[in-house]
């Protein structure tokens, strides 16, 4: 159907640009601001961050809206495993949307100085809910594939789906009020992040 493919194709533009954007402010920009001299990293804060942030904002807003879209084309409930799958990616891609327009977005425009706050209070709750959508972009990856080439390989039963679930919203609740944890590193998110996917994909496959 012409339809469903124009939304896919959004859908996967749309990510790629949400994604990339996230990989880019944790795997590049923190890093360089760690490291960046008061002059240059005031620069940056005025003039590129801003701009990165709203290609960043804006993608996962039309990955999200196109991914409502596709939720209407596909006959998920004609398979179980498929079900599943994009049930699981569904929820993990909804968090790290809501992360971004409700966590990670208001908390940046304090410490980018464009509304008043507790600039220090809100940049740690901007990293960890970045950090956190970094964690849960291994997973949502998976249930973006796994429903196209993993759905035949082992049964999913709905325990298994409930536990990778609520093992979802339990870390999502540390995004909002707990700590880094490993995920302060960019070794450590990205290690978690694999590890995570190979979780809940157990999880999803043999309990």
Same mark, same amino acid.
């Given at each position: 159907? %012409?339809?469903?493919?124009?939304?896919?194709?959004?859908? &996967?533009?749309?990510?790629? &640009?949400?994604?990339?954007?996230? !990989? !880019?402010?944790?795997?590049?920009?923190?890093?360089?601001?760690?490291? #960046?001299?008061?002059?240059?990293?005031?620069?940056?804060?005025?003039? $590129?961050?801003?701009?990165?942030?709203?290609?960043?904002?804006?993608?996962?807003?039309?990955?999200?809206?196109?991914?409502?879209?596709?939720?209407?084309? +596909?006959?998920?409930? @004609?398979?179980?495993?498929?079900? /599943?799958?994009?049930?699981?990616?569904?929820?993990?891609?909804?968090?790290?949307? $809501?992360?971004?327009?409700?966590?990670?977005?208001?908390?940046?425009? %304090? +410490?980018?100085?464009?509304?008043?706050?507790?600039?220090?209070?809100?940049?740690?709750?901007?990293?960890? /809910?970045?950090?956190?959508?970094?964690?849960?972009?291994?997973?949502?990856?998976?249930?973006?594939?796994?429903?196209?080439?993993?759905?035949?390989?082992?049964?999913?039963?709905?325990?298994?789906?409930?536990? #990778?679930?609520?093992?979802?919203?339990?870390?999502?609740?540390?995004?909002?009020?707990?700590?880094?944890?490993?995920?302060?590193?960019?070794?450590?998110?990205?290690?978690?992040?694999?590890?995570?996917?190979?979780?809940?994909?157990?999880?999803? @496959?043999?309990?």
């Amino acid at each position: 159907m %012409i339809v469903e493919f124009i939304f896919r194709w959004f859908h &996967v533009l749309a990510g790629i &640009v949400w994604i990339g954007m996230l !990989y !880019y402010f944790n795997f590049v920009q923190t890093e360089y601001f760690k490291e #960046a001299e008061a002059g240059a990293k005031a620069d940056a804060m005025k003039k $590129l961050a801003p701009r990165a942030l709203k290609w960043f904002r804006y993608g996962a807003l039309v990955t999200f809206l196109t991914g409502l879209g596709l939720l209407h084309f +596909v006959n998920a409930f @004609a398979n179980a495993n498929i079900t /599943a799958l994009i049930l699981m990616g569904a929820l993990t891609g909804t968090l790290m949307f $809501l992360n971004v327009w409700l966590v990670i977005w208001p908390k940046q425009k %304090i +410490v980018l100085g464009m509304k008043e706050g507790d600039g220090p209070a809100a940049a740690a709750k901007a990293g960890l /809910a970045s950090r956190t959508n970094t964690l849960f972009s291994g997973p949502m990856l998976l249930g973006m594939l796994g429903s196209q080439s993993l759905s035949s390989m082992t049964p999913v039963s709905t325990t298994g789906l409930t536990a #990778a679930c609520g093992l979802i919203i339990l870390l999502e609740l540390n995004a909002l009020f707990g700590r880094m944890g490993p995920m302060a590193s960019v070794v450590g998110v990205v290690h978690m992040s694999i590890l995570l996917t190979g979780v809940i994909w157990a999880l999803l @496959a043999y309990l």
